[in-house]
């Protein structure tokens, strides 16, 4: 028998839930692109864009993914043989340097593991050691989705400044936007990169770019640059179809401002933070509740130092596999897998698995995904240690 029918909840890290009435939006007959409301919704977008982001910087909007976003920051910021030092705290740390060297950057990577953030002083180190101001931009990513810590990026900042160097200061913030606090101004971040699919609310489609003035600068000289992925056009258009490097993803950006009102004028970015907040520690508490009873613990040890928008967790044997296997066939919920933890030919890559708690999430969608977890132990004999719904529900109640 299964307990699947019904609707099923994704509880994954991107694509996350797209809210009902942003599916609305998107639900109509296309609209003209040369005159009339898209032009002037598109208008109010970047306005409120620039404020989820806490900036004044200007954004540009991309018909891609993160993947693309990362391409396109890359190609404003380098040329060829230019020098990028990367903090890697996990797969998507990883994937930008990787994308970086694949475009014809030197690439520096400090590595830092998969259970703890960027350390400030190794990056302050590294730049201290770059006498010959070759390094063009530091990357580091806020949120790296595999691994779920957060990285402090004013720590970042500050170390950049402490080393006298003139890096840029780029950001990955696919997954904390909307999520988690985040202030590119007040941050000092140069260079900030997100996409549709997961604080946002959206489909996947539009990747997103920040340039401050500072970046806008330096981008110029930048000889990776492309017709597509040029940044000046798309900030500073003559026609409306420069913004974004042909037609524009219209039905996406009708979702899109149905989401940035749901979060900026509806709920409030602090309110979105807060929430996200108290729902990440109810699952913490779960899965500490859990690790005492069973080969389970939470990817980072720190509380400070993880995400609100993710979890990833291990549970011994391959445990987590087999949950996530049962909790999709029998009860409906997907958990993410886990990425970059282990080998792909290694048994332990069968002990990883992810719980977002991002975007259109409330206490009942993060109670109900625990407590189907829960009975997914009990039905799979993982053991596990009790008390972790109560400790859930304690977290939101205190809240509440």
Known sequence: MTLSNGRRYLAIPGPTVVPDRVLAAMHRGSPDIY???????????????????????????????????????????????????????????????????????AVERIDFGLHRPADPAAIAAALGADTDRKIRAVLVTHVDTATAVRNDLAAVRAAIDAAGHPALLAVDAVASLGCEALRMDDWGIDVLVAASQKGLMCPPGIGLLWLSDRARTAARDADLRTPYWEFESRADPAEFWHRFGGTPPTHHLYGLR???????????????????????????????????????????????????????????????????????????????????????????????????????????????????????????????????????????????
């Open 258 to 400: 149905e989401a940035l009102t749901m979060l900026l004028h509806e709920e409030g970015l602090e309110a979105a933070w807060a929430r996200h907040a108290v729902l990440a520690r109810a699952v913490w508490a779960a899965f500490d509740a859990w690790g005492r009873g069973g080969d389970i613990a939470l990817n980072i040890a720190a509380p400070g130092d993880r995400s609100h928008a993710v979890t990833a967790a291990r549970i011994g044997g391959g445990g987590a596999a087999r949950l996530r296997a049962w909790c999709e066939a029998v009860a409906g919920v997907t958990l993410g897998v886990g990425i970059g933890m282990a080998e792909p030919d290694d048994p332990a890559r069968d002990d990883f698995l992810r719980v977002a708690h991002m975007g259109h999430v409330n206490a009942h969608m993060t109670l109900g995904t625990l407590a189907v977890m829960e009975a997914g132990m009990r039905a799979l004999d993982i053991p596990h240690g009790p008390g972790a719904l109560d400790a859930a529900a304690e977290v939101v109640a205190g809240a509440g």
């Open 35 to 105: 005159a009339g409301e898209l032009i002037a919704m598109a208008e109010g977008v970047l306005a409120d864009l620039r404020r989820a982001a806490a900036t004044r910087a200007a954004v540009a909007i991309y018909v891609g993914n993160g993947h693309g976003a990362w391409e396109a920051a890359i190609a404003n910021m380098f040329s060829r043989g230019d020098r990028a030092l990367v903090a890697v705290t996990g797969a998507f740390g990883a994937g930008w340097a990787n994308a970086a060297e694949g475009m014809g950057v």
